[in-house]
DNA sequence: ATGGTCGTTACACGA
């Protein structure tokens, strides 16, 4: 079963390389960030069109996420359990596969955090801890579970291309990092570095030509229940949809790329 | 270098 997460910047936007790259990648299951779309505003025929089952927790111009899966989706909740969030970031349900074991599966968009410090910086912080909460009462079930998303979070320092000038950025700062490791000292994985080896990006800014100076941020991740990290045979980032001069010529791309795990 | 980010929105803001 191959997942994917991909910010896109604007659903409306990017459309027709969204579905260019659903052709071609063909996840079972995929949750989009950043749709900037009221739930009736996104285009749920055109995926429906290729097979997928289509859920959205959707708000005007800012935020918006969609759970899209081949396989039937139960149990759909929208934002995080006992967080109460005017902002539309977070979507989970339960996909079945037509054999093998339910996979619970959240799509995640943190807050930017920025400028820290702030009161910004301060809702970041509160999300991530009503989101550690949360993680650990699904955890308890000892069940396949997983989150991807834009955690707007740089882990490490090889995935910033410049951490010295990061270090106060509320993607990198110490408090950030150290909310990030307390969601994987629950025991979860951070599954696509394990399986890559090499650092990568998934983002890089529209401005000063970071694309072309690679200069890049890994913020986009997958963390995984025991259950599946065991299963992860395989990790990708398609980096290509990014290239302006790839792909389909005068459709712009998200700064964002696709990131996805097979699972056997 | 003649540019200089993008998307949504409305005359600015968030990322």
């Given at each position: 079963?191959?997942?994917?997460?991909?910010?896109?910047?604007?659903?409306?936007?990017?459309?027709?390389r969204?579905?260019?790259?659903?052709?071609?990648?063909?996840?079972?299951?995929?949750?989009?960030?950043?749709?900037?779309?009221?739930?009736?505003?996104?285009?749920a025929?055109?995926?429906?069109?290729?097979?997928?089952?289509?859920?959205?927790?959707?708000?005007?111009?800012?935020?918006?996420?969609?759970?899209?899966?081949?396989?039937?989706?139960?149990?759909?909740?929208?934002?995080?359990?006992?967080?109460?969030?005017?902002?539309?970031?977070?979507?989970?349900?339960?996909?079945?596969?037509?054999?093998?074991e339910?996979?619970?599966?959240?799509?995640?968009y943190?807050?930017?955090?920025?400028?820290?410090?702030?009161?910004?910086?301060?809702?970041?912080?509160?999300?991530?801890?009503?989101?550690?909460?949360?993680?650990?009462?699904?955890?308890?079930?000892?069940?396949?579970?997983?989150?991807?998303?834009?955690?707007?979070?740089?882990p490490?320092?090889?995935g910033?291309?410049?951490?010295?000038?990061?270090?106060?950025?509320?993607?990198?700062?110490?408090?950030?990092?150290?909310?990030?490791?307390?969601?994987?000292?629950?025991?979860?994985?951070?599954?696509?570095?394990?399986?890559?080896?090499?650092?990568?990006?998934?983002?890089w800014?529209?401005?000063?030509?970071?694309?072309?100076?690679?200069?890049?941020?890994?913020?986009?991740?997958?963390?995984?229940?025991?259950?599946?990290?065991?299963?992860?045979?395989?990790?990708?980032?398609?980096?290509?949809?990014?290239?302006?001069?790839?792909?389909?010529?005068?459709?712009?791309?998200?700064?964002?790329?696709?990131?996805?795990?097979?699972?056997?």
């Amino acid at each position: 079963m191959k997942i994917a997460t991909w910010n896109v910047n604007s659903i409306k936007a990017r459309k027709p390389r969204i579905l260019d790259w659903f052709d071609e990648a063909q996840p079972d299951v995929c949750v989009l960030q950043e749709l900037k779309c009221v739930d009736e505003a996104f285009p749920a025929s055109d995926f429906e069109d290729r097979g997928y089952n289509v859920h959205v927790h959707g708000q005007k111009t800012y935020n918006g996420v969609a759970l899209l899966s081949k396989h039937p989706v139960e149990d759909v909740i929208r934002g995080v359990p006992n967080f109460e969030d005017e902002q539309s970031r977070y979507i989970e349900g339960t996909i079945i596969p037509d054999e093998g074991e339910a996979v619970r599966v959240g799509g995640l968009y943190m807050p930017n955090g920025n400028p820290a410090p702030g009161p910004k910086y301060d809702y970041k912080l509160r999300f991530m801890e009503a989101l550690t909460a949360h993680m650990a009462d699904r955890l308890q079930a000892e069940e396949p579970f997983l989150v991807a998303g834009d955690y707007n979070i740089i882990p490490e320092a090889h995935g910033v291309y410049d951490p010295i000038g990061w270090k106060d950025d509320a993607l990198f700062r110490p408090e950030s990092r150290a909310a990030y490791h307390k969601m994987l000292n629950l025991g979860l994985t951070s599954a696509v570095p394990t399986l890559l080896k090499e650092p990568y990006y998934t983002f890089w800014d529209y401005q000063g030509g970071a694309w072309k100076k690679n200069n890049g941020l890994c913020i986009d991740h997958f963390l995984v229940s025991p259950e599946v990290a065991d299963r992860v045979e395989e990790a990708g980032v398609d980096m290509d949809v990014r290239d302006p001069e790839t792909g389909n010529g005068d459709v712009k791309p998200s700064d964002h790329v696709p990131v996805w795990i097979a699972l056997t």
